[in-house]
């Protein structure tokens, strides 16, 4: 066991090594890092034997050599290496992990833009799952996704050109400096490619390129991935984008069955958004401060019935025609915006005959 400590821990080294020349966009120093960590780690998970005592260290080391491999590029042996790690008797938890590593190696390898060449102005969104054929997709699954992608695009935008959230009316041309655009569909998985076309007016003041955005768009993505949540901080200081990133990349994210993994691919990362919604937890700050509340689950339609009008709350009036008010905090407005006059299951806090949103979410068929 001390020659297996000792392989693991060489590898890690080289692990955080790689790791810290990534932050420095040091991609080969990174890529060569990881390949000599990758090793260390295959050759510490290759000295355990393949028995239910063996686990979940050895598992476990088959996922941190996959996940290395996947780093340094080698797609088909960190496939190879996730089927040894599933091969042996994985705990439920480190069998879904491998599972879901494999999602994101199955992106990388079979999404290089097939027949297609992505520009600093393009990226490449792709969804895998049971509602996606060959070339095809379950319309709502698409639609509700792309939606969301031009969403979160345009509050990118605003964000990085310091304007201030803007929860309703008309967004000056200023900050809508690009046209975005589709290009046709193609097979594996449904992949469409995103174009970031820039949009000249007489007067262009703004000093800012698609490619930027893009950077902004999926590193944000990668970090809610990533449950890290102090990283988005760090990315996304104003509470109001910082709630409307989580909530709108929370809506999109799999539901595990008809859609497995929302990719995003550009020219510098690809990143795989694997965590269900499920798991994305509900926003740390998503209601105001309420003193006596109550949780409360409610199904019914989005509307604006009389007498509830006001900038920061909607109406809900469930089948049997009950009316609430529901408060709707600034960066989930957008969130709301998607599921406006359907029928929906809305939870929060329930307070002074008011429901202070925390999610919304279509009802089940």
């Known amino acids: 066991m001390s020659k297996i400590r000792q ?4 590898a890690m080294k080289f692990a955080h090594l790689a790791l810290v020349a990534r932050n420095n ?14 090793k260390y780690e295959l050759q510490a998970a290759e000295l355990i034997p393949e028995s239910p005592s063996s686990e979940p260290t050895r598992s476990i080391l088959y996922r941190s050599a996959a996940s290395l491999a996947f780093q340094c ?19 439920p938890q480190v069998e879904q992990e491998l599972k879901d590593l494999y999602e994101q190696i199955n992106f990388e390898s079979h999404l290089q833009v097939r027949g297609a060449s992505l520009e600093n102005d393009d990226f490449q969104l792709s969804l895998q799952g049971a509602g996606v054929g060959f070339g095809t997709i379950l319309f709502d699954e698409f639609m509700k996704r792309i939606k969301i992608t031009r969403t979160l695009i345009d509050r ?19 900050y809508r400096p690009f046209l975005p655009a589709l290009s046709e569909a193609r097979a594996s998985s449904f992949a469409i490619t995103v174009k970031l076309a820039a949009v000249k007016y007489e007067t262009y ?38 709630r409307n990133f989580i909530a709108l990349t929370r809506d999109m994210a799999p539901d595990g069955d008809k859609i497995r993994l929302v990719g995003f691919t550009s ?10 919604r499920s798991k994305i937890d509900i926003l740390p700050e998503s209601t105001k401060d309420v003193i006596e509340s109550t949780p409360i689950t409610v199904e019914g339609i989005l509307d604006y019935a009389i007498g509830r ?29 998607e599921y406006w006059k359907q029928s929906v299951v809305v939870t929060g806090l329930y307070d002074k005959k008011q429901i202070y949103l925390t999610d919304v979410r279509a009802s089940e068929d």
């Open 25 to 38: 966009q040091e991609w080969e120093r990174a890529e060569t890092l990881a390949r000599k960590a990758y």
């Open 73 to 91: 590029k080698e797609f088909p042996i960190a496939q190879r290496l996730i089927a040894k790690g599933l091969s042996g008797f994985p705990t």
């Open 156 to 174: 990118t935008i605003q964000r990085i050109l310091g304007s201030e959230y803007q929860r309703s009316g008309r967004v000056p041309k200023i």
């Open 309 to 337: 009008k006001q900038l920061d709350a909607i109406g809900l009036t469930t089948d049997d025609g009950k009316e609430y008010t529901v408060v709707v905090q600034e960066g989930l407005d957008d969130l709301v915006k």
């Open 7 to 10: 392989l693991h821990d060489e």
């Open 267 to 276: 020219l510098r990362k690809s990143v795989g958004l694997t965590r269900q």
């Open 205 to 242: 003041p703004l000093f800012i390129t698609a490619g930027e955005v893009i950077d902004a768009f999926i590193n944000g993505i990668e970090l809610v991935n990533n449950a890290d949540e102090e990283g988005l901080r760090q990315q996304i200081k104003q509470d109001s984008y910082y």
